[in-house]
């Protein structure tokens, strides 16, 4: 089955430090892989996304880049900032596998940024 | 467009008794997925709804049900409350179902208690 297996956390930086979140993945089709983003007593928030190798996927100065040969899709920023401070999920769905694609999501990252 | 609305954002319920919540995707999105978010088991898929059909379900027990109305409009049901229910349900719309080209949007959640 699809599994996505993200760092433990918590993570806590220094503003403007650089900011790596790892994630690794399981699928057995091709997946769109996401990441989400929860800031504190909301829903999630699509943050980026990336529906094929190679792809990368940016908004708001964070960057992934789908991974086929390592499936990974490790989430980069190069200057942190206080209000980056939320939980991060990593996700994917299998969107080859018809009737089957409900997002599979990892456990979450809690970022703190100290200022 | 207004998003992703969830209601009630907050409930407190005692063993036993059964609990009924409510998603209104966002106007136009035909597709809408229930999600269990608790800090143990992490954001698990609970069922996808798409024209008023189930067509995804995750493994819960038979305790917890949905249905969708021709609007699109969606309720969860959860009977014989357990403590373990206790948790942030989160629904989520997409303008249909399909995870490679579809993006699933996210409400604010519900947060049930189970007392």
């Known amino acids: 089955g699809n599994s996505v297996t993200q760092m433990e956390g918590p993570v806590t930086l220094s503003e403007e430090a650089f900011l790596t979140i790892n994630c690794t993945y399981t699928?057995?089709?091709?997946?769109?892989l996401f990441w989400y983003v929860q800031y504190p007593g909301e829903g999630l928030q699509l943050l980026l996304k990336a529906t094929k190798a190679d792809d990368k996927g940016s908004n708001k100065g964070f960057e992934a880049t789908y991974r086929k040969e390592t499936t990974s899709f490790h989430l980069e920023k190069g200057s942190v900032q206080v209000s980056d401070s939320a939980v991060y999920f990593c996700a994917l769905s299998d969107g080859a596998n018809f009737g089957n694609e409900k997002l599979t999501f990892g456990t979450g990252t809690r970022l703190t940024i100290i200022p | 467009k207004a998003g992703v609305t969830q209601t009630p954002r907050y409930l407190i319920k005692t063993r036993g008794q059964q609990v009924t919540l409510s998603c209104s995707p966002i106007?136009?999105?035909?597709?809408v997925s229930w999600y269990q978010q608790t800090p143990g088991q992490g954001l698990q898929f609970l069922f996808e709804?798409?024209?008023?059909?189930?067509?995804n379900k995750g493994n819960f027990p038979g305790r917890f049900s949905g249905r969708q109305f021709s609007n699109s409009r969606s309720e969860m049901n959860v009977s014989t409350l357990e403590l373990g229910d206790s948790a942030l349900y989160l629904c989520a719309s997409s303008l249909k179902p399909g995870g490679i080209a579809e993006t699933q949007y996210f409400g604010p959640g519900t947060r049930l208690l189970v007392l």
């Open positions: 709804y798409f024209s008023e059909t189930q067509r």
């Open positions: 106007s136009g999105h035909r597709s």
């Open positions: 699928a057995t089709g091709y997946p769109s």
